[in-house]
């Protein structure tokens, strides 16, 4: 080999051992200074957490005597300013990016939203929104922290107490994520002025307690094309098994759900609006006392802050608000990324089955008429609550089977047909039932024997009717 070719071979060599010397250090200088951002972040967060004290001694990982020239850490709802490193936002997201992929945090990250309301649900759903990404949050609500709070609010600390809800909400969102933008309202929607709080979000979160306020915002949206999901109560319930997303016109027997779908009929809004809501039926429980000024102030259906703003006063179970609010955070997260819930599973089929069940109590009732009809006294979202919540999808009868195909007929013929004189029964049953009723008709012992549906089941089963009969009672009386 000649000498000008091993003098190639030299610069060669020296060139790619310098390309790899300067990889090497733009790699090292890249991971020095990820791992200094990592550091300053770490050593911000624990600051934080000694200057608010701490259960779980972080302190001990500081230095106990800072250098005169660091810098101060506040309070970090006062970083409006604050330019956070893209690297470390997408890396605390690492989650969401890997589930919903790069267009829809994309899009995610680019919503805004409003969550009108910011208690036990509002509260959830907005502190889920901005961990999941969404960077401008508009929150509204009017209200203060009580000592009552405090079992289910998302935010609130014992030293919020007597403060705006708002304002614990947007501290705790920009300590979680120093990048959203938050706009605190303290104040009240109201339809009058209902697009200056709604003007260019993607999103609303409708959790209003009161009933007319809530139907003036769905209506204003629903006018006005701008996307909203709805809470409905989620006060006096204990069953998590029972709360799920519909549209509003397939909610099944809760009376917030059906006193806010009955208004909304009557403007024109018959569906097209996402609400989470709970099919279950309160048990032994009641509302709140009240004093009695409260009363000599007018009708206490609703009671609040404002003269209308007045919802009555009802036991709260804390884990169920912010289910509430959970369920309504992650479909909007899914709406927003365009990944949206299809068909949610409760409401697939459900409907169709109460609508055989009333169409059959329709014919049965025509054959026991002897003319035809129009209406029953039961709509379908009765019948949902004697087949699901009275009898729990079982058979009247011992020893209480799911009923291949069930039916639901009137206990007593004798009767007129009512929530509390209509069962459940497998359809051979049912046609046993209806035979009796036929035979004493039939019999000369009609004027003096009264019919007995014990008299063809036995006292055992009049007991359960009777039991179940006071199961209903109490649930007129709730939702009277």
Known sequence: MDNSRIHQVQLIATALAASAATAGIIASYNAYTRRAKRKDLNEEVLRSVQSKGSNFNFQKLLNPQPSQNEPSISNPSTHTGHIYDEELIREQLARNYAFFGEEGMKKIRSGTVVVIGCGGVGSWAAVMLARSGVSKIRLVDFDYVTLSSLN???????????????????????????????????????????????????????????????????????????????????????????VQISDISYTIYDPLARSVRRRLRLLGVSSGIPVVYSTEVPGDV??????????????????????????????????????????????????????????????????????????????REEKLSGHTLNRIPLDEDDIALIFEDIHRGRSVLPPHEVPIKPVLVRWDLSRPLTLDNCVVMEEKDMVKHMKAWREWLESIDTKVAPFSPAGIWGNEVEVVVAKRAREIKKVQEWIA
């Open 152 to 242: 289910r609010h998302a935010t609130a600390l014992l030293e919020d107490v007597g403060t705006p809800k708002v304002k614990c909400v947007e501290r705790t969102l920009k300590s979680v994520a120093k990048w959203v933008e938050v706009d605190a309202r303290v104040d009240v929607w109201r339809k009058e002025k209902g697009g200056d709080l709604l003007e260019g979000v993607d999103w609303v979160i409708d959790a209003i307690d009161n009933i007319q306020t809530k139907v003036d915002l769905l209506k204003y949206c629903s006018d006005n094309s701008i996307k909203v999901f709805a809470s409905m109560g989620a006060g006096a319930k204990c069953d998590p098994t029972r």
């Open 286 to 363: 009641k509302l709140l006392p009240l004093d009695e000024e409260e009363f000599k102030k007018g009708p206490v259906k609703e009671l609040g802050v404002f003269d209308d703003f007045r919802v009555r006063i009802l036991p709260v179970l804390g884990p169920l608000p912010s289910i509430f609010g959970l369920h309504i955070a992650t479909y909007i997260l899914c709406e927003l990324a365009g990944k949206p819930i299809m068909n949610p599973l409760p409401i697939k089929g459900r409907r169709k089955l109460y609508e055989r069940l009333w169409k059959d109590l329709l014919h």
